[in-house]
T-cell receptor, first 116, second 113 residues
Framework: AQSVSQHNHHVILSEAASLELGCNYSYGGTVNLFWYVQYPGQHLQLLLKYFSGDPLVKGIKGFEAEFIKSKFSFNLRKPSVQWSDTAEYFCAVQNAGGTSYGKLTFGQGTILTVHP | KAGVTQTPRYLIKTRGQQVTLSCSPISGHRSVSWYQQTPGQGLQFLFEYFSETQRNKGNFPGRFSGRQFSNSRSEMNVSTLELGDSALYLC????????????FGNGTRLTVT
C-alpha cells in the first residue's frame, strides 16, 4: 500500500526566509504527485502537480517542487515566503496506473506559520 | 465557474442515527470523490464515482455508502453513526481521467454525540 510521509508537522518562519517542506512516499510503481494547500478557513487548493517530464515543477504563488525518483521524494520549495503563505500544506500521491481514480494518498500535512 | 458545493456545512447527529451529505461538482466534471479528514488519521479516501458508477473504494466499513446521480451530483450516507465518525467530510470533483487534479469543496463538519 502507498504511504506518504511529511517530515515536519509545524514549521515557523519569518517573512523572506526560504522554505523547504519534505515529502517522501513509498510505492514502487509510477506515480502522480501533488501538493495541496489549505489556507485558514478555505478549501484545499492544488498548488502544483507532477505527472512526467521535467522533475522540477512550478506552481502557483512562486512555489516549486522537485521530484527525485531515486529518493522517492517530492519536496516543496519557495525562495522567499510571505505572511500570506501561512497555511497547511499536504503532499499527495496517486498510482499513475491501474484504477486509482479519484484516490489520492495524503501525507499528514505540515502547518506553516510565517511571522511578519 | 462555480466551485464544488457541499451541503450542509455543519451537522450534529446522535450515535445510531444516519446522515446524508450532498456534493455538487464543478460543471462538466463527471467524477466525484469523497474523503474523511480527522486530526488523527488525516485525509482518507472513501470512494469515487464516475457516471453514476463507483469506480474506486477505500477501506471504510459498509456503513459508509454513496451514490451519484445523472447530473453528477453525489451523496454520501453514513448509517448507524459512531462517535468516531465525527470528522470533516470533503468532496472533490475532477474530469475523471487518470491523474486529473481534484478540486475540493469546503466540506461538511459532522459531529456525532
Amino acid at each position: 500500500a502507498q504511504s506518504v510521509s511529511q517530515h515536519n508537522h509545524h514549521v515557523i518562519l519569518s517573512e523572506a526566509a526560504s522554505l523547504e517542506l519534505g515529502c517522501n512516499y513509498s510505492y514502487g510503481g509510477t506515480v502522480n504527485l501533488f501538493w495541496y494547500v489549505q489556507y485558514p478557513g478555505q478549501h484545499l487548493q492544488l498548488l502544483l502537480k507532477y505527472f512526467s517530464g521535467d522533475p522540477l515543477v512550478k506552481g502557483i504563488k512562486g512555489f516549486e517542487a522537485e521530484f527525485i525518483k531515486s529518493k522517492f521524494s517530492f519536496n516543496l520549495r519557495k525562495p522567499s515566503v510571505q505572511w500570506s503563505d501561512t497555511a497547511e500544506y499536504f503532499c499527495a500521491v496517486q498510482n499513475a496506473g491501474g484504477t486509482s481514480y479519484g484516490k489520492l494518498t495524503f501525507g499528514q500535512g505540515t502547518i506553516l506559520t510565517v511571522h511578519p | 465557474k462555480a466551485g464544488v458545493t457541499q451541503t450542509p456545512r455543519y451537522l450534529i447527529k446522535t450515535r445510531g442515527q444516519q446522515v446524508t451529505l450532498s456534493c455538487s461538482p464543478i460543471s462538466g466534471h463527471r467524477s466525484v470523490s469523497w474523503y474523511q479528514q480527522t486530526p488523527g488519521q488525516g485525509l482518507q479516501f472513501l470512494f469515487e464515482y464516475f457516471s453514476e458508477t463507483q469506480r474506486n473504494k477505500g477501506n471504510f466499513p459498509g456503513r459508509f455508502s454513496g451514490r451519484q446521480f445523472s447530473n453528477s451530483r453525489s451523496e454520501m450516507n453514513v448509517s448507524t453513526l459512531e462517535l468516531g465518525d465525527s470528522a470533516l467530510y470533503l468532496c472533490a470533483s475532477s474530469s475523471g481521467g487518470g491523474g486529473s487534479p481534484l478540486h475540493f469543496g469546503n466540506g461538511t463538519r459532522l459531529t456525532v454525540t
